[in-house]
């Protein structure tokens, strides 16, 4: 390194972004992604053996994508090349390439090639990779926002493990603003802060997951507050506000709001007011709710309030759980406002759960036994004590049904589970109704 880049580098050490000045430099000072950096985990056993295939990180902004790859590279000691998808092209790759040999020949020494933004390169630049992954030359970082099945191409894609990223959480984010505020070398620890803690979690919930939109918003809170009488920053709720451009919202996920907000969307839904609990769905996504609790609640209202009278609304809040957790959020809040509009617009019933609760009280209250003729026969020897004997097999009846008895002894002619008039549910009754009146001979 020559003077002027020493000079540089030492620059950019105290005039770059507060995010990048805190991007970690080793694997262990990373926060989230543990189900592929944990311990035992895919990247952590690749760096344990030395031995880094090439791989592309798929995830939001934020998320570590850069930060990871520099860390692989100093924790194998690989030289580092970065390139940028938007800015550079085939001629690019050639110089990356034939420097990469020439510290392979003299030095011994293997490189990493980092291609941000991997999806924007054509097919052309794609292929020009090719065969210095296959054979070893470099190993190949790629990093998207973008799915890379659908933008990358197949060849290379063959030669590459994809690894999804995920949001981090915000206990993550406020670890990491914590840390930054302490920091001398590369932080903000030099300066006089007095931050509330109202306003640093309010940072790490509406920075979305995103640990460069947290210290942005920090370091500009930071900047741009001037110092007060006795030479101090102080930072409030209103200026944590202003720097994240978000308002905060009365909403504590762990006290009276959270209970409050989730019992009013249920009961919206099962008053059939799609608007009100679209508008409390709307209050927990912005307070940054865990959506996957509000996924979960959704379910238990298919099958609670909406049940039978219509049995596709369980299918579709399962649909949408399935859907938040493959797309993630913030798209995941379009699968939830349609499961939450179908819900709240579906005709409703609570007979199944009715029927269960009543069932639970008696079986634990009555001891009752299975009548013989329904007990199991599999094993040699249980007819020998009457299992099985008298039990009438409904396929061979007319309508598939004939009449004996189910119930034990001990509760017949109890009923659990009585039909209601609305939905699909009108249809069991008359079938249910249908079934009584034959005599199933």
């Known amino acids: 390194m020559d003077i002027f880049q020493l000079i540089k580098e030492n620059t950019l050490a105290t005039t770059a972004p507060l995010a990048d ?86 030095q011994q020494k293997s490189s990493i090639l980092f291609i941000d933004e991997i999806h924007r390169f054509s097919k052309n630049q794609q292929d020009a990779l090719l065969p210095h992954v296959e054979k070893g030359l470099l190993t190949l970082i790629g990093a998207t926002t973008e799915n890379p099945y659908f933008q990358v191409n197949k060849a290379l894609l063959s030669r590459t493990t994809v690894l999804k990223l995920e949001l981090l959480h915000q206990e993550d984010i406020l670890v990491i603003l ?116 509000i996924a979960r609640r959704l379910i238990i209202a298919a099958s609670e309030d909406i049940g039978n009278a219509d049995p596709s609304g369980l299918q579709v809040a399962i649909a949408a759980h399935e859907a938040l957790k493959i797309i993630g959020m913030p798209e995941g809040r379009i699968p939830l406002a349609q499961a939450t509009v179908y819900l709240a617009t579906a005709p409703k019933s609570n007979a199944a759960y009715i029927a269960i609760d009543k069932a639970l009280k008696d079986v634990e209250n009555i001891q009752t036994m299975v009548p013989n003729h329904l007990k199991d026969t599999h094993y040699k020897g249980a007819q020998d004590f009457g299992h099985g004997i008298d039990y009438l097999y409904p396929h061979n009846y007319d309508r598939n049904y004939v009449k004996q008895q189910y119930m034990p002894s001990q509760l017949e002619g109890k009923s659990y589970y ?24």
């Open 178 to 293: 914590q840390k930054s505020l302490k920091d001398k070398e590369r932080g903000l620890g030099n300066f006089a802060i007095e931050i509330a803690e109202d306003a640093l979690r309010h940072m790490a919930e509406t920075a979305g997951g995103d640990a460069r939109r947290g210290l942005n918003a920090l370091e500009i809170a930071v900047l741009s507050t001037p110092l007060d009488k006795d030479g101090k920053i102080v930072i409030d709720l209103e200026v944590a506000e202003e720097s994240i451009q978000k308002r905060t919202l009365q909403y504590d996920k762990d006290g009276d709001q959270h209970y409050d907000v989730i019992s009013a969307f249920i009961k919206s839904i099962r008053g059939s007011d799609p608007d009100a609990a679209i508008h409390y769905l709307a209050k927990m996504i912005y307070a940054g709710e865990d959506p996957e609790f």
């Open 21 to 106: 000045r805190m991007r970690p430099r080793s694997i262990k000072e990373i926060l989230g992604q543990g189900h592929i950096l944990g311990d035992k985990k895919f990247l952590y056993r690749c760096i344990q053996s030395q031995r880094i295939p090439s791989i592309i990180l798929y995830g939001p902004p934020g998320t570590g994508k850069t930060t990871i790859a520099k860390a692989i590279a100093n924790e194998v000691a690989a030289h580092f090349f970065q390139l940028n998808a938007v800015t550079s092209g085939v001629k690019d790759i050639r110089g990356v390439v034939e420097e990469a040999d020439e510290l392979l020949s003299i």
């Open 418 to 441: 009585k039909p209601t008039d609305n939905g699909y549910e009108e249809k069991i009754k008359y079938y249910i109704q249908t079934l009584q009146n034959t005599d199933g001979k």
